[in-house]
């Protein structure tokens, strides 16, 4: 299986600020996504990073709230701007490995206060 | 939007009982895969399951597909105390290879 890590974990920010998330795979991985998790919910794609180009955001999600980054095969960053407590969280991204099969990192739970 | 729906959303067993949860979708897939999350972590890989596959098995789960009818069944069999988790079904659907749409989730209690 692919091994993917995000780091923070988790954080609690202030109302106004910004986070950025990253999240790193290893080499199995070609295509990465961010998906969000909000409390008690399913995940939502929030958009697909793309190497060197930008990211492809799903319906409901702006680059402007979420600038995403994936300079390399094997990085993205995720930055969720301007925050507000609808914000909170958990934040994961994926790799898809094996042609299929999509692994999930560990995930960043993000509270705003 | 979610793609899929799963019944039940909760279901609480004894150890050693089996746990069965369904999962239905619209559209077409590429394949369908069931994770697990524990406690609001981050999502564990059980199995996947291609368009063209009927059922599939890994250890004590067992997975079926009905394409006919848009469906999908998980089995835990003789389930443990570790098993107490949320079970997601998600759809690779063929005009968005890539892009899971997941399920609301069966959280699963299995009490010693």
């Known amino acids: 299986s692919a091994v993917i890590s995000q780091k923070p974990s988790r954080d609690i920010c202030q109302r106004g600020t910004s986070l950025t998330i990253q999240c790193q795979v290893d080499s199995q991985v070609t295509m990465m996504f961010w998906y969000r998790q909000q409390p008690g919910q399913s995940l939502t794609l929030i958009a697909t990073a793309n190497q060197g180009s930008e990211a492809t955001y799903e319906s409901g999600f702006v680059i402007d709230k979420f600038p995403i980054s994936r300079p390399n095969l094997t990085f993205s960053t995720l930055t969720v701007s301007n925050m507000s407590p609808e914000d909170s969280s958990i934040y994961l991204c994926s790799g898809l490995a094996g042609g299929d099969t999509q692994y999930f990192g560990p995930g960043t739970r993000l509270t705003v206060l | 939007s979610q793609q899929g729906e799963e019944d039940p959303q909760a279901l609480s067993i004894q150890e050693g009982e089996n746990a069965t949860m369904n999962c239905s979708y619209k559209?077409?897939?590429?394949?369908l895969q069931w994770y697990r999350q524990n406690s609001g972590r981050g999502l564990v890989h059980l199995i996947l399951?291609?368009?063209?596959?009927r059922e599939k098995h890994s250890g004590r789960l067992r997975v079926t597909l009905d394409t006919s009818k848009k469906s999908s069944s998980l089995l835990i069999t003789a389930s443990r105390a570790a098993d107490t988790a949320s079970y997601f079904c998600?759809?690779?659907?063929?005009?968005?290879?890539?892009?899971?749409?997941f399920g609301a989730g069966t959280q699963v209690v299995v009490t010693p």
């Open positions: 559209t077409s897939i590429n394949n």
């Open positions: 998600a759809t690779d659907r063929t005009d968005s290879w890539g892009k899971l749409q």
């Open positions: 399951i291609r368009s063209n596959e």
